[in-house]
């Protein structure tokens, strides 16, 4: 499990363990909060093809997905 804090979460940098659509390399370029201060989800950008999605930031704590850091 990858440990992560959701107030250093923002610019931070993943690597996708099985790559689809050759996306390994992805960057959080958004992440909001409800008005309770809570983290409920990210915006997640791949660095080649600028292509970006909605995660779950709960998500990238699966080591079978995602680790941090670019590798």
Same mark, same amino acid.
């Given at each position: 499990? $990858?440990?992560? $804090?959701? &107030? =250093?979460?923002?610019?931070? =940098?993943?690597?996708? %363990?099985?790559?689809? $659509?050759?996306? &390994?390399? @992805? %960057? %959080? +370029?958004? !992440?909001? @909060?409800?008005?309770?201060? +809570?983290?409920?989800?990210? !915006? %997640?950008?791949?660095?080649? *093809? &600028?292509? *970006? @999605? +909605?995660?779950?930031?709960?998500?990238?704590?699966?080591? $079978?997905?995602? +680790? *941090?850091?670019?590798?």
């Amino acid at each position: 499990m $990858n440990a992560v $804090n959701p &107030k =250093k979460l923002l610019n931070s =940098k993943w690597t996708a %363990i099985s790559p689809q $659509n050759k996306e &390994k390399h @992805f %960057i %959080i +370029t958004e !992440v909001e @909060f409800d008005e309770f201060q +809570t983290l409920y989800h990210c !915006v %997640i950008e791949a660095v080649m *093809s &600028k292509r *970006s @999605f +909605t995660l779950q930031w709960r998500e990238l704590r699966d080591a $079978n997905k995602w +680790t *941090s850091g670019w590798k």
